[in-house]
DNA sequence: CCAAGCTAGAGAGTTACACTATCCAACACA
DNA sequence: TGTGTTGGATAGTGTAACTCTCTAGCTTGG
């Protein structure tokens, strides 16, 4: 398969497929020629999987350059996939190491996390002043709430794990961690939509002020 | 207050501030001359506010914008916060009225969403789509738990809503969308580690301490 | 009253990112 | 043989989010 071929496969332009590469996405071809080069199909099936990281994942390509490469080199002794996966999907950028509110709140729950990863704890402590700086205050029992709907999703997901082999194991959770996130968010606004219906179930008067002829949910 | 100030009170640049005021994010200073305005403590907490919304809350500036209008600017009869706030939230492109997948979820679980909006579904189709681009199948019921466990969450998100004034509800909704999102994002994974860590083990031999403190989610 | 410094507003410049286009010599096939 | 494609490299494009610069007016210490 040549560069245009799998540019046909995967309906991607020739000129991204090798930024790819350049950009250590995606391998390089088997070179046949000095200007001539093989693709197979594990490098189609490859770019459809950097285009979902890129996309729905919301990686950036340098990001997804790390997480491939974790994927692709998975370490043998393999016991802490979620710390390999966490480290390529972390931004690791310094200051990170103080986040005192989340640090309270996985005390409060008893949760034992890896105290070298700062990177989840940075994204909760950062959420959380976020909400603090928007004047949005979060009942802890809300907070709590939604620890306990977490903690019961990830019983699941790590129970689902592949223990077959390490680079199988690897490949779940950060695939799992990356793109199941969007559903999750998806999945909460449908349910808020569902929820509201049902709650509020005022078939209100709807003024016709924008030009949406559309019927509304009751 | 007079611009540095605001700048000096936020630790935001007044070239930024300045920025967000064109951008239409920050309303202007009540202008007390041709050359001299006057900013209040209103302008500093509405900056803080844009500021959550474009970092913690991943807003682009012209989203923002939006939500930001909407906030400020309430629908007076306000029957449907959840239209008005994800449809600020929204990105309003064309071609998202094609959802088979996520219809098809919806209607196994039987949710009633706003035939309208399809925004919401739109991104939970992208989401499944890249999941198969990946080549991650997610077996039917973990996606059912994750619905199980976003509904319960919706369900009290729903009832805490403020119903005194469309105002209030409005900004609880959007920001209760925008801001919550890391933060459930950031306690999945801290979940997976904790339960990572009692079900492998892995950082060593300690004990897997039993129990399950939070799991009390459907 | 006056100079030094701050200020509003607007346009232009900068940086980062994710592509996208062009070029070149080396093939491949008709 | 020649037309067209290819790999590799370099340079250019478009967008987003700032950041700088400029102009002319205000404000305040002395």
Chains 1, 2 share one sequence.
């Not at 370490?75 to 309270?104: I, K």
């Not at 979060?138 to 709430?145: D, K, T």
């Not at 490949?171 to 996130?181: A, C, I, K, S």
Request: proline fraction near 7%; avoid cysteine; glycine fraction near 8%.
């Amino acid at each position: 398969m040549r560069i245009s071929e799998l540019s046909a496969a995967t309906d991607i332009p020739v000129a991204t497929i090798k930024y790819y590469i350049r950009a250590g996405l995606l391998p390089e071809g088997r070179a046949t020629a000095p200007r001539q080069a093989e693709y197979s199909q594990t490098h189609a099936a490859r770019l459809l999987l950097i285009r979902a990281l890129l996309g729905p994942g919301g990686l950036s390509v340098a990001r997804a350059a790390a997480v491939l490469a974790q994927l692709d080199d998975p370490p043998s002794s393999a016991h802490d996939f979620l710390g390999a996966a966490h480290h390529a999907l972390g931004s690791a950028q310094p200051g990170q190491e103080n986040h005192p509110r989340a640090d309270a709140v996985l005390a409060e729950l008893a949760w034992e996390v890896d105290p070298a990863d700062h990177e989840a704890r940075f994204r909760l402590e950062r959420a959380l002043t976020g909400l603090d700086d928007a004047g949005f205050d979060m009942p802890p029992e809300l907070l709590r709430s939604y620890a306990a709907a977490m903690h019961g999703i990830a019983v699941r997901e790590v129970q689902g794990v592949p223990l077959d082999s390490p680079a199988e194991a690897l490949r779940y959770v950060v695939l799992g961690t990356v793109l199941v996130e969007p559903v999750l968010l998806a999945l909460r606004r449908l349910a808020q939509q569902d929820v509201s219906g049902r709650i509020f179930a005022w078939a209100g008067s709807v003024e016709p002020a924008e030009g949406d002829p559309g019927s509304r949910a009751s």
